[in-house]
């Protein structure tokens, strides 16, 4: 909505907005204006922080950038197949906090089209856009964190409604499947045998719930919990909840189901020992982010 006013009030060409991303590597285009802006937005367009180009530069030095004739050869402007019109660019830094957040940039299909009457306004929008796009993080942060709450709620609820410890577990197993749109989600009980030679006790990591997978869960593998090559006895014994990011590079990993590229893998402890293991599988690589790991920690300790 606002690439678009801008435009319309300016009569500019071509204007978007480009966000930092995650990492503050790359600007990432996030919004922009009419045909060509479409097709940049499918590509998921992106200029390298310090580039040679108008973004590049002003997110690098947090000062606008301006670029008066693009045939110019001193001028610094990185040409764009989905632009080719071009022939002058501003862009100004989108700061927050003292922190470049992103850009706002302008084109216009003249030379020399920029006044300092366009630095000055577009200066203030630029900070109104900083505040707006502020706001609409907040919000979503807070819609976020209400339903990560009901959520918690909700699956604890369901566990302390259920009669029995069977239907416990596979209504949680089934409601987290369900939030997560997850390829599989397992609930593994620790186990105690009994040693028939000697006497000693045996701990073994069962599966007692599954969701999302039409393995009997008779099949499933138990795993002893002394067990170094596997990674479910590795993650019961030091209790801290483990991603695998790319199972293909966790040999000690043997997936639930096809076609899972991705795992988490949370204990379930209680009086200061593992109970059991939560673990649920995706079929993206990188599924899982650290808000995921915090929502599951809260939930196995529920």
Request: hydrophobic share 40%.
């Given at each position: 909505?606002?690439?678009?006013?801008?435009?319309?009030?300016?009569?500019?060409?071509?204007?978007?907005?480009?966000?930092?991303?995650?990492?503050?590597?790359?600007?990432e285009l996030r919004a922009s204006t009419g045909e060509a802006g479409k097709k940049l937005l499918n590509i998921k367009h992106k200029?390298?922080?310090?580039?040679?180009?108008?973004?590049?530069?002003?997110?690098?030095?947090?000062?606008?950038?301006?670029?008066?004739?693009?045939?110019?050869?001193?001028?610094?402007?990185k040409p764009n197949p989905y632009l080719p019109l071009t022939r002058s660019e501003m862009a100004l830094p989108l700061i927050?906090?003292?922190?470049?957040?992103?850009?706002?940039?302008?084109?216009?299909?003249?030379?020399?089209?920029?006044?300092?009457?366009?630095?000055?306004?577009?200066?203030?929008?630029?900070?109104?856009?900083?505040?707006?796009?502020?706001?609409?993080?907040?919000?979503?942060?807070?819609?976020s964190q209400a339903?990560?709450?009901?959520f918690l709620f909700n699956v604890t609820r369901g566990a302390a409604a259920a009669e029995t410890l069977d239907e416990t577990l596979e209504g949680v197993v089934r409601m987290i499947y369900d939030s997560?749109?997850?390829?599989?989600?397992?609930?593994?009980?620790?186990?105690?045998?009994?040693?028939?030679?000697?006497?000693?006790?045996?701990?073994?990591?069962?599966?007692?719930?599954?969701?999302?997978?039409?393995?009997p869960i008779s099949e499933i593998e138990e795993i002893a919990l002394d067990d170094t090559d596997n990674i479910i006895s590795t993650v019961a014994q030091h209790t801290?909840?483990?991603v695998i990011d790319a199972i293909e590079d966790e040999p000690r990993y043997l997936a639930i189901s096809g076609g899972a590229h991705a795992a988490i893998l949370v204990?379930?402890?209680?009086?200061?020992?593992?109970?059991?293991?939560?673990?649920?599988?995706?079929?993206?690589?990188y599924a899982y982010d650290d808000d995921t790991v915090r929502l599951l920690e809260a939930l196995a300790g529920s």
């Amino acid at each position: 909505e606002v690439v678009n006013l801008i435009m319309d009030s300016f009569g500019y060409d071509h204007v978007q907005i480009f966000l930092m991303d995650a990492r503050e590597d790359y600007a990432e285009l996030r919004a922009s204006t009419g045909e060509a802006g479409k097709k940049l937005l499918n590509i998921k367009h992106k200029l390298q922080k310090g580039s040679a180009s108008v973004i590049g530069q002003v997110t690098e030095r947090g000062e606008p950038q301006i670029a008066l004739d693009t045939a110019d050869a001193d001028v610094v402007h990185k040409p764009n197949p989905y632009l080719p019109l071009t022939r002058s660019e501003m862009a100004l830094p989108l700061i927050l906090k003292g922190h470049v957040i992103g850009a706002l940039d302008v084109q216009s299909n003249q030379a020399n089209a920029f006044t300092e009457d366009d630095i000055a306004a577009l200066r203030v929008l630029a900070a109104q856009i900083s505040v707006a796009i502020d706001n609409a993080n907040l919000y979503q942060s807070t819609q976020s964190q209400a339903e990560r709450m009901g959520f918690l709620f909700n699956v604890t609820r369901g566990a302390a409604a259920a009669e029995t410890l069977d239907e416990t577990l596979e209504g949680v197993v089934r409601m987290i499947y369900d939030s997560y749109d997850a390829l599989s989600t397992t609930i593994y009980l620790r186990r105690t045998y009994i040693d028939e030679a000697s006497g000693a006790k045996l701990y073994r990591m069962k599966a007692a719930a599954i969701a999302g997978s039409d393995q009997p869960i008779s099949e499933i593998e138990e795993i002893a919990l002394d067990d170094t090559d596997n990674i479910i006895s590795t993650v019961a014994q030091h209790t801290q909840p483990y991603v695998i990011d790319a199972i293909e590079d966790e040999p000690r990993y043997l997936a639930i189901s096809g076609g899972a590229h991705a795992a988490i893998l949370v204990p379930l402890r209680t009086g200061g020992e593992t109970i059991g293991l939560l673990v649920m599988e995706d079929r993206m690589t990188y599924a899982y982010d650290d808000d995921t790991v915090r929502l599951l920690e809260a939930l196995a300790g529920s």
